[in-house]
Structures are given as structure tokens and as C-alpha cells.
């Protein structure tokens, strides 16, 4: 081969670009999910002991995937902050991290079907004197930058001093090493680090009108609509039920998610 053969032999196999027919849904690589995700959420997604993602929320993403023909699929840890720009510009196929769907992120991407509605949670220590989201006046509250809890903090806890983190490690770090008084996140989150480090949980916010979704970029109807028609079968046929028993056990269970004969509400 002349070294002009070798350049265009470099060249073509790296120009391919598959058919629709080969990738329906977009993808960045054909066959493959790359998802943006937090890994320290236990135990909605959080990295374990050999350094894989796993939690509630991968768990079902992944059997999702799977309805949809899709095994390979990789999860890799970011800020929050940097998911859905991730996602939006096209460095990851998904967001994956119990992102609550809100009209004004759905300004940056697009969202699955919502599959989580739970409650943000004042995490805080037995001595910080916080006892009530009431008693947050003139306090030090972590938030993790650009969460519900963040913009929810800054709306009603106008009296809060917000310490802005990147993630919950370092925010959990702060609370335990004293310099913030309180730290603001998920519920199943707060439980875990509670257990973990003896922490109070001191009040629950329900966020019923932000359940999480798979966010996913702008116009990619084709990967929406498929992850929605597989996330339905994984609840109808109680795949969504048994994982939330396995990690959120003795939680209040969100029956919209329930498969249709287990649901007591109107349809
Ligand atoms: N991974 C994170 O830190 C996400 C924090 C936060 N989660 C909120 C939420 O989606 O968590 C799962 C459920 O409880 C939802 O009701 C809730 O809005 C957010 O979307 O900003």
C-alpha cells in the first residue's frame, strides 16, 4: 500500500456514517448508549466498590435499554451541572441521574416519560440547630449547583446562606466538617448518607411535580419514543416495581408507576 492508499484507507473507514436503517435512533455510536450521570446519588446511581455505576435508576435504564436491543451501554460520572449540556451537545446519548423534568430544562433537552416522584430532603447534623426548613434563617445550606434543590433554596430560603457544591461528596464533606449547616438533596440520597454517617434527616419536600426522566437532546423523537414504549412495558410488567423495592425497601411507593391492574387511582 502506498502511504497515499494507507491515507485513504484511514479516511473512508472513519467517514462511514450509518444508515437509519442501522441506527434508528441517532445514537453517537450505533449499538451503544453512552449516558452522563452523577456517582454520588446512592441509591438512585452511585459508583460501587469495583467502580461501576449501579443504583435504582441505572438498573432501569439499563433494562430499558435492553426492551430496545441495546447492552452496551456506558455510564460516565459528571457535575450535575454538566450533564444536560453534555446531553444537549451531543457528548452523551443520555442523562441519567433522577433529573427532574421542568419546562425550563426541557429549554436545553428533551425527557422520557417521567419513572420517580419523591421529595428533596434537609439533611443536617444532631448539633447544627436546623430542625425544620423553618429554621434554615441565617443558616448554611449546601446545594448541589444546578439542582431543583439548588433553584428551590434559593426561591424559598431567601434567609439561607447557599453554599454551592459540584457534588454531594464535597457537600456532605462540608456538613460533616462543620462548615455548612445543612446539605439539600434527594430523599433516598439524604437516607443513605444519614445511615452512613449518623446525619438527621429534618424536613421532606415532595417534587411530585417534577418526576425524574431520561433526558435525552432536543428532537430525537425516534430514541424518546422508544425509551417511553420500553419504560412502560418495564413498569406493566413490574420490572419498575421490583426495583424499587430492591433499592428504596420500606420507601412510600408512587403507585402511578405500578403495573395498570396494581393501581387504585383513576387511570
Ligand atoms: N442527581 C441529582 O442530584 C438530582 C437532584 C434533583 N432530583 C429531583 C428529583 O428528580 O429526584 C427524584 C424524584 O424525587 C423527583 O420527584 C425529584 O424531582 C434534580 O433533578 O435536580
Redesign the pocket.
Known sequence: LTAAGLAVGACSSSGTTSSPQEDPYGLIQPGTLRVA??GD?KP??FTDAQGEFTGFDVELFRDVARRMGITDVTFTGQD?TA?LPGVANGQFDAGV??????DQ?RQTVDFSD?Y?????TVLTTPTSGVTSAASLAGKRLGV?Q??????YAAKNFPDADLVRFP??NAAVSALNGGSVDAHF?????AKSYVQQFGLVDAEDI????????FAIAKGKTALRDALDENLHAAMEDGTWKRLYEKWFPGSPMPEQYLPSAERTGTP
Open positions: 450521570s452523577i446519588a438512585y446511581t450535575f450533564i441521574a433522577a433529573i427532574g423534568i421542568t430544562r417521567g420517580l416522584a419523591g421529595y428533596l448541589v444546578g439542582t431543583l434543590q439548588d433553584a457534588d454531594n438533596l434527594d430523599y433516598e440520597a415532595p417534587s411530585f411535580d417534577a418526576p425524574a426522566g
